[in-house]
C-alpha cells in the first residue's frame, strides 16, 4: 500500500522557519523524483521544489528560490522541505508527490503552514 505522509507544519511568525518532512512506504523511493506542492485558499496548486531520483538535482519555484531547500534520505525514505524566511504569501496546504519515469504517481493528504504574526 502506497503511502505519502507529511508532517512539520504549523503556524509561524513571518521570517521564522519551518522543515516539512514526507515519509513514504510502499514503493521504491529510490526510483522515484519526489516534489513538494503547495495550494492556497482559492488559487491552483503550485510545484514548490523538486528533487530528482538520480543526482538529487534540485529546482525551484522563483518564489521560493533562496529561501526553501529541498532533499531526500532514501535510506530513510524520506524528503524533506526546508523553509526559512517565511512570508505571509506562502500560508498553503503543502503536498508531497512521487513521480516515476513511466508515469506511477503519489500524493500525500498534505500538511497546512499558516505565517502570521
Known amino acids: 500500500q502506497v503511502q505519502l505522509v507529511e508532517s512539520g507544519g504549523g503556524l509561524v511568525q513571518p521570517g521564522g522557519s519551518l522543515r516539512l518532512s514526507c515519509a513514504a512506504s510502499g514503493f521504491t523511493f529510490s526510483s522515484y523524483a519526489m516534489s513538494w506542492h503547495r495550494q492556497a485558499p482559492g488559487k491552483e496548486r503550485e510545484l514548490v521544489a523538486r528533487?530528482?531520483?538520480?543526482?538529487?538535482?534540485?529546482n525551484y519555484a522563483d518564489s521560493v528560490k533562496g529561501r526553501f531547500t529541498i532533499s531526500r534520505d532514501n535510506t530513510k525514505n524520506t524528503v524533506y522541505l526546508q523553509m526559512a524566511s517565511l512570508k505571509p504569501e506562502d500560508t498553503a496546504v503543502y503536498y508531497c508527490n512521487a513521480k516515476h519515469v513511466y508515469g506511477m504517481d503519489y500524493w500525500g493528504k498534505g500538511t497546512l503552514v499558516t505565517v502570521s504574526s
Open positions: 528533487i530528482t531520483s538520480v543526482g538529487g538535482i534540485t
